[in-house]
């Protein structure tokens, strides 16, 4: 099976400021790797799918990058609405694996 | 629009068998366009990937719960469904559906708003 580990696991950031979250595979995934960002109580949103293509409806200060085993998601100029936690997700072999997560707090 | 609807019951005996439905409107799942797969989350923690089904009825399942997991779909409803057998209070968590687009790298592009379950007695 494949691991995804991502870092930081929880993030203090400011409204304005630019964040980056990393994953990494245990293996090579090539590009098979999704973002979702979850709110509290609610499920999750495809933000990012294969690596750095931007799901329809989702705000271009989101972008991803990376290729094989090391994945960044990246949020230009942090919102108010963007403060939830952030999950990367290998679609290249089953079983399917997401990261552990990473809680993006206001400081 | 596209939606998911899981339900089932909320509480469940250890030992016994947990069944959950997805109900899905707005698409046929047996257009063939799209797999179907179910996610948890246990109460404060991540995300974990139990299964998938195509409309044929083939199946992807995590090792880690394949021995107690059948996943089924019924296209003449419009529903896939879950079933855990021997649960333990480990499975206890919120069970979600969603759509898988192989367009999108195969990324989960629709959910259900997601059910609780709870494994007590």
């Known amino acids: 099976d494949i691991q995804m580990t991502q870092s930081p696991s929880s993030l203090s950031a400011s409204v304005g400021d630019r964040v980056t979250i990393t994953c990494r595979a245990s293996q090579s995934i090539s590009r098979y790797l999704n973002w979702y960002q979850q709110k509290p109580g609610t499920a999750p949103k495809l933000l990012i799918f294969?690596?750095?293509s931007l799901q329809s409806g989702v705000p271009s200060r989101f972008s991803g990058s990376g290729s094989g085993t090391d994945f960044t998601l990246t949020i230009s100029s942090l919102q108010p609405e963007d403060f939830a936690s952030y999950y990367c997700?290998?679609?290249?072999?089953?079983?399917?694996?997401f990261g552990q997560g990473t809680k993006l707090e206001i400081k | 629009q596209v939606q998911l609807q899981e339900s089932g019951p909320g509480l469940v005996k250890p030992s016994q068998t947990l069944s959950l439905t997805c109900t899905v409107s707005?698409?046929?799942?047996?257009?063939?366009?799209?797999?179907w797969s179910w996610i948890r989350q246990p109460a404060g923690k991540g995300l974990e990937w139990i299964g998938r089904?195509?409309?044929?009825?083939?199946?992807n399942s995590n090792p880690s719960l394949k021995s107690r997991l059948t996943i089924s779909v019924d296209t003449s409803k419009n529903q896939l469904s879950l079933k855990l057998t021997s649960v333990t209070a480990a499975d206890t968590a919120v069970y979600y559906c969603a759509r898988v687009a192989p367009q999108l790298e195969h990324g989960f592009d629709i959910w259900g708003q997601g059910t609780r379950v709870t494994v007590s007695s």
């Open positions: 707005g698409v046929s799942i047996s257009s063939g366009s799209y797999y």
């Open positions: 089904i195509y409309s044929s009825g083939s199946t």
């Open positions: 294969a690596a750095s």
């Open positions: 997700q290998q679609s290249y072999s089953s079983p399917h694996s």
